[in-house]
């Protein structure tokens, strides 16, 4: 799990980060990324891929790696700004802040000089050398405890919203397409946090986007 951060250690680099997102697929709530700045303690903690490990242990070693690595940095998009842009930009841009906002233990700001990204692309709005790495969640060390950070800070997220508009068990499908899910949207309409450019199904065209304008100011009123 930590070939790649070998070799970018064999060229000189000293500050390795790996970046990953998690929320693409919902269709309510926000994309967030994560970066983590490699130590090879990381090692020990048994990390793989978050998909791969349940709820209890995820957060178990997120607690460890914000403890122990020299660097973390979350970055978060909004429903909002996926709508005004799409999912693939949110989610690059979410990475970029992610990076950006990086800090150390002692909370002073950290700047990696080498990321390793999951995915197929590159984060173009960094001057940050960078490979992307297809399922680099399961064969970068670095790139698994960024998965860890993402998705158990994301989960917390929606945990949240469940109680703020209740009726889709966001805490429970975390905003992803679930039958109960669907059948809340078309029951009682998408909610403020709802991705709007995304497809609800009958639900979303009885409601309209008026009517989900109106819920949005009257929740912002509140």
């Known amino acids: 799990m930590d070939t790649y951060e070998k070799l970018a250690s064999s060229k000189g680099c000293t500050t390795i980060a790996g970046v990953d997102e998690v929320g693409r697929g919902p269709l309510a709530g926000p994309v967030l990324a994560a970066s983590v700045i490699f130590t090879e303690d990381l090692l020990g903690l048994g990390i793989k891929d978050s998909k791969k490990l349940s709820p209890k242990r995820r957060t178990e070693l997120a607690r460890q790696i914000w403890r122990i690595s020299p660097?973390?940095?979350?970055?978060?998009l909004s429903n909002l700004d996926i709508d005004r842009s799409n999912i693939l930009k949110a989610s690059l841009r979410a990475m970029a802040m992610s990076v950006t906002s990086m800090k150390g233990i002692d909370g002073d700001s950290v700047v990696p000089d080498y990321l390793f990204v999951d995915g197929q692309y590159k984060v173009a709005e960094l001057d940050t050398p960078q490979t992307a790495i297809i399922k680099g969640d399961s064969l970068s060390v670095s790139i698994a405890a960024a998965s860890i950070i993402a998705k158990t800070a994301r989960d917390r997220i929606m945990v949240v919203l469940d109680t703020i508009y209740p009726g889709y068990n966001f805490a429970g499908n975390k905003g992803y397409g679930s039958r109960e899910h669907m059948d809340a949207i078309e029951r009682i309409g998408p909610s403020p946090v709802h991705r709007m450019s995304f497809s609800f199904g009958r639900g979303a065209a009885k409601v309209g986007v008026?009517?989900?304008?109106?819920?949005?100011?009257?929740?912002?009123?509140?």
């Open 210 to 222: 008026a009517g989900v304008k109106d819920k949005r100011e009257a929740a912002r009123s509140v």
């Open 71 to 76: 660097g973390v940095g979350i970055g978060v």
